[in-house]
């Protein structure tokens, strides 16, 4: 009896849990107080009874039903590996990386980077800007010449390339519908996506940062692509390689980290040493110096050399490529002349070398771009030009188009040239390494322009977009058959998140500066853009919140506007609890080292 009564209470506990739904199931049979195997066979006499009532509701359609989830996941997984390798750099990546090593390949990551910040900016743009300016726009009554092109100027002027040629009326397409406010749309885009690209960088710094400078585990990560890296998934012959010889330059790379030597060097070689890098920077300051004043004059006098009248349009058109052509000379063989004397200077570690040609570089160019700015927010914006906006957007057009034409002349001459006499001429030379510190500039340069431009230009990143799509190619190409791997194996682990600090500092917070003098203190032309008739830019948003005063449901956006947006004690609270969390992450980050070091030496010992 008490067995026939054991059977029946099994049966009534697979009956009830066959009744509940998977998740009050599995919490059930958690809570049962039976072994494994107990609970397993419970588990399937539960599965028999579920599959025993599904019979009888239709067990074909659920086939059906399971069949086509199925497939579908199948087609979802399939299409997502087609889509991954659509992607231009997908292969171009893995096949950099394991060529030329982590130092290089920092490079193009940096410009893929770039080149998906200018495609987001384009589309904010183009979404919220150019795509309503089109159902207010009138006719283009220039001819197109194709000039234009190359100086922006012409037919480009009375298109939506240019700030000039904004409306500064609502738009409305239907009477008594929804409005457009192309005013209010076009500063709060440009703001909001300052805002946007302010958390992207301070984020990805922060990442990067935690990655590669808090979390050090140089032996565990070292063992851990020594015995778990392989992807056993790889069945190509052509991949298979591919990964065997990126494997072995990450481990080179990590093995030359650890067992790199410090070199000790007498006290007269200290002298000279320091003497050779006294002398390299004094010549590097002086060149940089002089560059800078010579655009500087060279900018006092564009403008009279623009507004000046020419007998014929090939004339002005060459005056106004004077200024960008001059500036990217300058910007292309002074980082030459950079480079060589790093070489002289015999570093240590690539590395240094490399940083130091960087730290050259950006002074070099964001002083010429301080210049310019300088100019365009002086000299251009206090000038009697009818619309002195559309004459910087102008000049950063062309600015930008010329000095992607002089990136590709430098691959040219600087490489392609060089590995001509390099195996010809004089062989002794070799085959060129590529030129970290000077491409990198080059690219934060370029962004430096574009985000100066959007205000003069909203349609800029979108030339940067395909003037990065080209260069990503061209460098690749260039990179494969003109350049040599570094002669010295090195990891670049820190690299990336250099980059993108000096993206962001001095690079973003400078564009920031010039946005916010632009925009709070000059005045905007009279007779073009959507601002005309304002005091300045701002002005409109002033006049929004006083509209919005009068409106009962709209006090909590003046309130936010009055206490938080236009209060100095808002942003020091801000800033001061930035700091302290900055300085508490820092203590952290000592703290962990310091115990990882005597962790160490607990192990060794």
């Known amino acids: 009896f008490c067995f026939l009564h054991g059977i029946d209470a099994v049966e009534d506990l697979v009956g009830s849990l066959a009744s509940m739904s998977n998740k009050e199931r599995i919490k059930a049979m958690q809570r049962m107080p039976e072994t494994m195997r107990k609970k397993r066979e419970i588990r399937n006499k539960v599965l028999k009874e579920i599959t025993k009532k599904s019979r009888h509701r239709g067990a074909q359609c659920t086939q059906c039903l399971q069949g086509a989830a199925v497939s579908f996941r199948r087609f979802g997984n399939t299409l997502s590996e087609h889509f991954h390798q659509l992607r231009p750099w997908h292969k171009t990546l893995k096949i950099i990386g394991a060529e030329f090593g982590t130092s290089v390949l920092s490079y193009f990551v940096f410009l893929k980077w770039l080149l998906n910040f200018n495609i987001f900016s384009f589309l904010i743009n183009f979404g919220f800007i150019t795509i309503p300016q089109f159902l207010a726009a009138e006719p283009n009554n220039l001819s197109f010449t194709g000039l234009e092109l190359l100086t922006g100027a012409g037919y480009f002027q009375q298109t939506v390339l240019y700030y000039g040629s904004y409306t500064n009326a609502t738009i409305s397409k239907v009477e008594n519908g929804a409005s457009y406010n192309m005013q209010l749309a076009y500063i709060f885009t440009v703001g909001t996506y300052f805002v946007i690209c302010f958390l992207i960088l301070l984020f990805s710094m922060a990442r990067l940062f935690s990655r590669n400078f808090v979390n050090l585990q140089a032996l565990s990560v070292n063992t851990s692509k020594l ?66 004043a010579g655009v500087y004059f060279l900018s006092i006098n564009n403008l009279k050399l623009f507004m000046k009248g020419y007998s014929n349009d090939l004339q002005r058109q060459s005056a106004m490529l004077v200024l960008p052509v001059i500036v990217s000379l300058l910007n292309t063989l002074i980082p030459f002349f950079f480079s060589w004397l790093g070489h002289l200077e015999n570093f240590q570690t690539p590395g240094q070398h490399i940083y130091v040609t960087i730290i050259r570089n950006i002074i070099l160019k964001i002083s010429i771009v301080g210049i310019l700015c300088y100019y365009w927010l002086t000299i251009v914006a206090t000038s009697e030009s009818q619309c002195w906006e559309t004459l910087v957007g102008q000049d950063i057009y062309r600015l930008v188009l010329v000095d992607f034409i002089f990136c590709l002349l430098g691959s040219f001459f600087g490489e392609f040239l060089r590995r001509i006499i390099g195996t010809t001429v004089c062989v002794s030379l070799g085959l060129p390494e590529f030129d970290i510190g000077r491409n990198v500039l080059d690219l934060i340069y370029a962004q430096t322009l574009t985000w100066i431009g959007i205000l003069f230009s909203p349609l800029l990143p979108g030339i940067q977009m395909i003037a990065f799509l080209i260069v990503f190619f061209v460098k690749k190409v260039s ?48 007779e073009c853009g959507p601002f005309r008739g304002l005091l300045s830019m701002y002005a409109a948003v002033a006049e929004w919140i006083q509209m919005l005063e009068s409106y009962t449901a709209w006090k909590w956006v003046v309130w936010i506007y009055h206490n938080l947006i236009s209060s100095e004690l808002f942003f020091f609270i801000i800033s001061t609890f930035v700091l302290v969390v900055t300085y508490l992450y820092w203590q952290i980050i000592q703290a962990r080292r310091t115990m990882t070091k005597l962790l160490h030496n607990q192990i060794i010992n």
């Open 227 to 292: 015995l778990c890296t392989w992807d056993f998934n790889i069945t190509n012959e052509k991949a298979v390689k591919l990964q065997q010889k990126n494997l072995l330059t990450q481990i080179k790379e990590s093995l030359t980290e650890l067992n790199k030597e410090v070199q000790n060097f007498s006290v007269m070689e200290r002298v000279v040493r320091i003497a050779t890098h006294l002398i390299a920077w004094v010549a590097s300051l002086a060149t940089a110096v002089a560059a800078c």
């Open 479 to 526: 990179l494969m058959r003109n350049c040599q791997p570094p002669c010295k194996v090195w990891r670049t682990a820190q690299m990336m998140t250099s980059f993108i600090f000096l993206l962001f500092c001095p690079s973003f917070l400078g564009v920031l500066s010039v946005t916010g003098v632009t925009v709070w203190r000059l005045k905007p032309s009279e």
